[in-house]
């Protein structure tokens, strides 16, 4: 009995499948034969004329014609005359289905064919932009497994438990419910409630070592905060910073600091006039540039940086006095 109810089915699927592959043909070719169909198919012409049949009883207004220029047709200008957007509209949704095709382990392309049949547009004139998510360093980016398993993960509304390191380095065993990814200047995040801080939480997907999906579901959540909005910042711990850059880090200035921030203050040197929260980040940020960085205001900022310069000295110093 299983067995007979599953072959019910899956011949239901197939054949709702093909009805649906029959459709884009006539929307992308506007004119095909039984015989064209039968063949791709693998089916009878028979079969053909009943999935025909099925078409035109839902609303399809399909014709066929007799003749040398004879064929099974579609209703000239039906998609348009049946549209629910418009021109732009269909371009802007075929746009951000190309970008999402791009994002790893997303197959989205199948969809964005489909569309672009359905609206009588060509993918191809979507191709003006490329998104890589990869980086530079390696064509191997381990975080595109992890993205898939937390998309299904959400998808199917799963908990996770995740293995996570801390910006202190300290390594917890955390049950999240995840609600979102989030990719937010150059990095992945996963936002959920975080069962152990018992707050909605956001995850660096690189700082997460292993991850397991769970069998029990996530709870309902009421006023989900936004995930993005930097809230976090204490505005009344920011620091007005005058820093000076030489120009052979000019690239990684702009990379990093808005340019409306950035002025010329030489042939050598760029200014940057902004206001940070000082912290770990900040001085990470300022040694990341070396010795092309010179912090003209505040004092503390300037003492403290060379502070940290002087203890990786030693470190080195340290190492070589190890090796001898």
Not at 30 to 42: G, I, M, P, Q
Not at 104 to 132: C, H, M, R, Y
């Amino acid at each position: 009995m299983i067995f007979s109810c599953y072959n019910t089915y899956a011949v239901r699927f197939m054949k709702s499948t093909r009805l649906f592959e029959i459709l884009l043909i006539l929307l992308d070719k506007r004119k095909t034969t039984s015989t064209e169909l039968a063949k791709n198919f693998e089916v009878s012409v028979r079969t053909i004329y009943r999935d025909l049949d099925a078409l035109t009883t839902i609303g399809i207004p399909i014709y066929t014609s007799t003749g040398k220029n004879g064929g099974i047709h579609l209703m000239e200008n039906y998609v348009l005359d049946k549209a629910f957007v418009s021109s732009e509209e269909q371009n802007d949704i075929l746009f951000a289905l190309h970008c999402l095709s791009t994002v790893p382990n997303l197959d989205e392309g199948a969809i964005l064919k489909k569309l672009s049949v359905l609206f009588k547009q060509n993918s191809n004139t979507q191709d003006w932009i490329e998104i890589d998510f990869s980086s530079w360093q390696s064509k191997m980016n381990s975080k595109d497994g992890l993205v898939f398993q937390l998309k299904s993960a959400i998808t199917y509304q799963k908990a996770v438990r995740i293995q996570y390191i801390s910006t202190k380095g300290k390594e917890s065993l955390r049950i999240i419910d995840p609600l979102r990814l989030l990719y937010k200047y150059k990095d992945w995040y996963l936002f959920g409630y975080c069962k152990a801080s018992q707050a909605f939480r956001l995850f660096k997907l690189t700082r997460i070592k292993l991850c397991e999906t769970l069998s029990q579901n996530v709870n309902i959540y009421k006023d989900i905060p936004k995930s993005y909005e930097n809230d976090y910042i204490n505005q009344e711990a920011l620091t007005h910073l005058e820093l000076l850059f030489h120009n052979n880090v000019a690239h990684k200035v702009y990379d990093q600091f808005e340019h409306s921030l950035i002025k010329r203050e030489n042939e050598t040197q760029l200014r940057v006039s902004c206001e940070m929260e000082e912290g770990d980040w900040l001085f990470s940020l300022l040694l990341s540039f070396g010795s092309d960085v010179f912090v003209e205001k505040p004092m503390n900022i300037r003492q403290e940086l060379v502070m940290l310069h002087m203890k990786a000295i030693e470190h080195l110093n340290c190492d070589d006095k190890d090796s001898d």
